[in-house]
């Protein structure tokens, strides 16, 4: 992989670095470039999760087999550094590049959005941070997740956990979410006996240890939170009070024994899922291309993956000379796409409406991940995905 670097103008600003794909003066049959520029962050807070080594993964698989049509991607990296502000730059630069098509895949991308939508350059994102649906060129391969909810979480509890009764831990972050949450629960024939939506995002050791001494005395057999962190410590004090309680996470830690119960849970499949082809296709390529110690180790690689797939997947149907225009329509007529396995079904414009309702499972058992689902579509299904309650 040959990496092009630039220190110009305001890519600099927004830390653009670099460029994948072979040389077109020594691949056989070459015709040309497609040129996709990833928005993403690449360093700063959140850089443990951009997960994009997965995308870049999938484009040098790609590459690496001819192409699309013999055509060879190339991407380019915009780093939004962790910040509201440079992810502006960032998606400005990107756009300005003329590129075929952008991926994104940034938490802090919402600032952005706005102008990526006007610039009517197809995208191709999570649907994580608000704003990626509602427009015809971007194409959330979770759907609307920041604006939609379901009560998976709590299904998989009940299913996984066990927990018909449950108690629902929150902070001021995400206030619809748990109003919505508290209201769909029951759906499932699970019953809330505790809650506290006063959570700090990152809790104290204290706080922690409070709210499990709550949750056992309240008879709780399963947590689900959302806008807290640090859940896999309230799962070793919940063991350690010798309360038999499973906390799901979407936070995904190297666990210990200490942490036995914890169950992990996200709209696509990790690299801990047996029998998934997409799985096996993911785990192949990161190995080959140098990326196999963020195999285990970037747990958002997978749908950084998923998300490349279904970029190639509207190119492939769009063929050359992969016009925006093209490449929109094939995007927006796509039904059912997984990414062979990675993501539950997605579809288009329906994704670009509502958010994902499927997630998959890990346990921890013995201090070791093992999943829960396995096989070409290992998902669980809650109850719809509902808009935020106002």
């Given at each position: 992989m040959k990496w092009?670097?630039?220190a110009s103008g305001i890519v600099a600003m927004a830390t653009a670095v670099g460029g994948v794909g072979l040389s077109g003066a020594s691949a056989k049959g070459f015709k040309g470039t497609i040129k996709v520029n990833v928005v993403s962050d690449f360093t700063g807070d959140l850089e443990v999760a951009n997960g994009m080594k997965g995308a870049l993964a999938y484009?040098?698989?790609?590459?690496?087999?001819?192409?699309?049509?013999?055509y060879k991607i190339v991407a380019k990296e915009f780093d939004t550094q962790s910040s509201p502000t440079t992810a502006v730059q960032a998606v400005r630069s990107a756009v300005a590049g003329k590129p075929t098509a952008?991926?994104?895949?940034?938490?802090?991308?919402?600032?952005a959005l706005p102008s990526l939508a006007q610039s009517g350059v197809p995208a191709v994102g999570d649907g994580f941070a608000a704003g990626w649906t509602g427009h015809k060129t971007m194409f959330p391969i979770a759907g609307d997740e920041a604006g939609h909810i379901s009560n998976v979480l709590a299904a998989v509890d009940k299913k996984f956990g066990g927990a018909k009764k449950v108690a629902l831990l929150g902070s001021s972050l995400y206030p619809a979410d748990l109003k919505n949450l508290s209201q769909h629960i029951p759906n499932l024939g699970v019953k809330v006996v505790f809650k506290d939506l006063t959570l700090p995002l990152?809790?104290?050791?204290?706080?922690?240890?409070?709210?499990?001494?709550?949750?056992?005395?309240?008879?709780?057999?399963?947590?689900?939170?959302?806008?807290?962190?640090?859940?896999a410590?309230?799962?070793v004090d919940l063991n350690q009070l010798g309360a038999k309680v499973s906390v799901v996470t979407t936070d995904f830690y190297p666990p210990t024994k200490s942490e036995d119960g914890l169950i992990y849970s996200e709209p696509w499949a990790d690299s801990y899922i047996k029998g998934n082809p997409g799985v096996t296709q993911f785990v192949a390529a990161m190995t080959?291309?140098?990326?196999?110690k963020d195999i285990d180790s970037d747990s958002f690689a997978p749908v950084r993956w998923a998300e490349a797939a279904l970029l190639v997947h509207g190119l492939e149907v769009a063929g050359p000379q992969f016009s925006h225009k093209a490449l929109v329509k094939a995007l927006g007529t796509t039904e059912n796409f997984t990414a062979d396995g990675i993501v539950p079904p997605a579809s288009y414009p329906k994704?670009?409406?509502?958010?994902?309702?499927?997630q998959t499972a890990l346990k921890v058992v013995n201090g070791k991940w093992v999943p829960e689902l396995s096989g070409p579509s290992p998902f669980l299904c809650g109850g719809p995905s509902l808009p935020d309650a106002s």
């Open positions: 092009l670097l630039t484009f040098d698989s790609v590459n690496a087999t001819g192409g699309i049509d013999g952008i991926l994104g895949g940034s938490f802090v991308i919402s600032t990152v809790p104290t050791s204290a706080q922690l240890l409070t709210a499990a001494e709550q949750i056992k005395a309240a008879g709780a057999q399963g947590v689900v939170a959302i806008g807290v962190e640090d859940l410590a309230i799962q080959k291309f140098g990326y196999a994704f670009q409406k509502i958010g994902d309702n499927c």
